[in-house]
């Protein structure tokens, strides 16, 4: 599943959509820097908008961060200062996916959870290091969070039920706007965080009616509901919906982002909803043949190569041709061949991330012999239980990778899948008016091609 917020690019301006990359790749090249490579896998689309608007109320240029922000180049991380907003943003994606993780730990007691946050247990001591720096009130957070289980025993209404994730929500909302020097908005801000996190819980008992049930787990929309539970809280999920976009009109942001943050959230929510409302549908352009393909390719080439010498050019020809062969939407994007030659860097940074995936065993043998370091101690289990297995509960806070949102956003080709060609090659539109990708791209937002 991926986030709520996830970006779509269909009718994005070329400003808008950078805006939108160097948020999106400057919120996981900052978990890169502050927190180690493998935490990037952890990226979620909800805290990239956290760090939008953020930077929207700082009104902070984002034309001056550093190169390592302006880059394609998902191996080029940032140094020295970052800006605060993307620190922030990056931290609230880690402490979210530890409070997530914990979450599951407890309801589920499978090894897997487990694993997971033994892998990310310094991560997790760092991040609540760097809040615990900034004043953040993270103990009243998590005292809160650890009410959930007795709030679904004792079947409260939705509101009651969703209190500790909305408030978590609204936490760092608010605490966000302090940081950025906006404490005249912090009410305003903590309106939408809280709106937000409720819809969110709410989102995701609906996401889960049926597989709840299969697995006999708490589901808040069961639990007051009953059966028709799905089918009454599609007003409940609208209603919210209506809530916080009412409140973001009142931001003093510009009206474009705004807009631009309002049709996002509608457009996913109708998504996930599956409502017949009225949407913009994008133009499908027919798939183009390797030959034109090819031309194309050849015609962008001679493009970002025109400026060069004849004796400079020919290698930087041959090599940004195969580049826009082979990704024609990056291609299209970049504005020299340099870029492209970055874009290509990402492959490697494929590799890297294998690399720390094959390392996690090494790891944990070395955690076994040393412990976890920091103080850390990992959540108390809930007690076992004879006899029949009890109704498991489930909470509804999304952290860090609920959505499937991940570090591929920078990645040289997009795409989860085999083909590539199933996004890439939707020829002059840059599948910025298709939507042919309908089905194979909903785990990355690379920008261009994965958010028609």
Excluded at 344 to 368: C, E, H, K, T, Y
Aim: net charge neutral; glycine share 8%.
């Amino acid at each position: 599943m991926f986030g709520l917020m996830r970006a779509k690019s269909c009718g994005m301006s070329a400003e808008e959509k950078r805006f939108r990359r160097l948020h999106y790749c400057g919120t996981c090249k900052t978990i890169g820097s502050l927190y180690g490579q493998k935490s990037r896998l952890l990226l979620n689309h909800d805290t990239v908008f956290l760090a939008e608007i953020l930077t929207s109320l700082s009104e902070e240029k984002v034309e001056g961060w550093q190169a390592s922000y302006q880059s394609y180049n998902c191996l080029s991380l940032p140094k020295n200062e970052m800006p605060l907003l993307l620190q922030f943003a990056a931290t609230t994606n880690v402490i979210l996916t530890e409070f997530k993780i914990a979450d599951h730990v407890a309801d589920t007691r499978q090894k897997r959870f487990k694993l997971a946050h033994r892998i990310f247990s310094k991560e997790f001591i760092e991040a609540e290091k760097l809040l615990k720096k900034w004043n953040f009130p993270l103990e009243k957070v998590r005292e809160l969070l650890e009410t959930q289980e007795k709030r679904e025993s004792e079947s409260l209404n939705l509101d009651e039920l969703a209190l500790p994730t909305a408030n978590a929500t609204a936490t760092f909302f608010q605490e966000g706007a302090k940081l950025v020097k906006r404490t005249e908005i912090e009410t305003l801000a903590r309106k939408i965080g809280f709106a937000f996190g409720k819809l969110i819980y709410l989102l995701d008992a609906f996401e889960d009616f049926e597989k709840d049930e299969k697995h006999n787990q708490f589901n808040a929309l069961r639990s007051v509901f009953g059966e028709k539970g799905k089918a009454k809280s599609v007003s409940i999920l609208l209603e919210l919906e209506s809530e916080i976009i009412s409140n973001i009109y009142e931001l003093p942001i510009s009206e474009t982002r705004k807009q631009l943050f309002a049709s996002r959230l509608r457009s996913n929510l109708q998504k996930k909803i599956e409502t017949k409302l009225p949407a913009l549908v994008c133009k499908t352009k027919k798939r183009l043949t390797l030959s034109e393909r090819f031309e194309r390719a050849k015609v962008r080439a001679e493009e970002l190569t025109a400026n060069h010498s004849w004796a400079a050019a020919l290698p930087i020809f041959i090599f940004v041709l195969a580049f826009a062969f082979i990704s024609p939407v990056h291609a299209k994007e970049a504005k020299s061949a340099r870029e492209c030659a970055e874009l290509s860097f990402n492959l490697m940074f494929i590799g890297s991330i294998v690399g720390a995936v094959l390392a996690f065993p090494r790891n944990i043998m070395q955690m076994d012999g040393e412990g976890t370091g920091g103080g850390y101690t990992p959540p108390p289990l809930p007690p076992e239980s004879g006899g029949q297995p009890q109704g498991k509960r489930k909470r509804g806070l999304k952290g860090g990778g609920s959505d499937g949102g991940n570090s591929n956003g920078c990645f040289l080709c997009c795409c989860d899948c085999d083909d590539c060609e199933c996004c890439c090659d939707c020829g002059e539109c840059g599948c910025d008016n298709c939507d042919c990708c309908s089905g194979c791209c909903d785990s990355c937002d690379c920008g261009g091609c994965c958010d028609c």
